[in-house]
Nanobody, 116 residues
Framework: EVQLVESGGGLVQPGGSLRLSCAAS????????MSWVRQAPGKGPEWVSS????????YFADSVKGRFTISRDNAKNTIYLQMNSLKPEDTAVYYC?????????WGQGTQVTVSS
């Protein structure tokens, strides 16, 4: 059974930082590109970032470029999203997902709230 479990969300002030993690199991993690997708209240899903299977190629939405970093540790079956200089508009539920151009499996999400 494929499982993706996100953690690391929370409440942070504007300008602050958070690091999200996503632990994967049930599939050969190192064979898959992985992504982060977010969904703000009342809005549809928004792709945030992707990393290729080897971890050497990354992609970011314009809205987070220069502020967020994606990485992965294939030995730990985990991907990360380092979020810096957070803005209120980054408030959303953040999901990790398998794939990049099209998402397959999704985790349950972790809430990130940016507010003073």
């Amino acid at each position: 059974e494929v499982q993706l479990v996100e953690s690391g969300g929370g409440l942070v002030q504007p300008g602050g930082s958070l690091r999200l993690s996503c632990a994967a199991s049930g599939f050969v993690f190192g064979n898959y590109d992985m992504s982060w997708v977010r969904q703000a209240p009342g809005k549809g899903p928004e792709w945030v970032s992707s990393v290729n299977s080897g971890g050497g190629i990354t992609y970011f939405a314009d809205s987070v470029k220069g502020r967020f970093t994606i990485s992965r540790d294939n030995a730990k079956n985990t991907i990360y999203l380092q979020m810096n200089s957070l803005k209120p508009e980054d408030t959303a539920v953040y999901y990790c997902a398998t794939g990049s151009s099209s998402m397959g499996y999704w985790g349950q999400g972790t809430q990130v709230t940016v507010s003073s």
